[in-house]
């Protein structure tokens, strides 16, 4: 069996809200009552409203990677979806995805059936550990092409960025010569980890003109 190049670490620092033992009905019905969540294996994960930076990293990616691909017509982009994976037992709500054209078919009313192409979370307080550990995992079983984890927080300021293999484990990406990430699955898209710990982020339509240029 193929070994892991890397495994993330987990800050244990930050606990996260308690888990909800529910059925995925009584979910729909909590969930549409303006809560926020995900269910899993039975079990609902409350989530924390996010923090403003989370908010403003969320929302220059997600401006970012829409026009990229739209421009392309490359397949669509989403802040946030529902994700629905084994076969019903998991359903996510990534921060960001990217679904390929070729997987536009897997589109419900509800979301997501099936692993999307790219997923990017951004770590908070309350889900280190989902995001670091638990989903990176499943992610990984379930077929996600591409995963990024955007850990913002003071000190951390970090990207970890992963591809899946061809042996079927996520294998760490990495940063070019100039501290650039440049992405597997969308081919010339890449970003400068700098560009999201400005405050304001920067200008997208400037950004993307500077990731067409290839600098």
Known sequence: MAQRTSTPTIDPAHPEPNRIR?????????YTEGRRGEW?????????????????????????????VEDRDLGKVFQPIEMKLREGRSY????????????????TRDGLVGPADLVIEIVSDDSVRRDRKEKFDEYEASGVR?????????LRQTVYAYVLGDEGIFNPIGTNASGEILSIVLSGFWIDPAWLWQNP?????????IIEAGR
């Open 201 to 209: 982020t920067p200008n997208v339509a400037e950004t993307l003109r």
């Open 146 to 154: 591409e995963y990024w984890v955007i850990d913002p927080r003071p």
């Open 22 to 30: 529910m059925t995925f009905e009584e979910f729909q019905d909590w």
């Open 40 to 68: 899993v294996d039975g079990e609902v994960i409350p989530f924390v409203a996010p923090k403003i930076n989370h908010q403003d990293i969320g929302g220059f990616l997600y401006a970012l990677l829409r026009l990229y």
């Open 92 to 107: 996510r709500e990534p921060d960001l995805v990217f679904v390929a054209a070729s997987k536009l078919d897997r589109l």
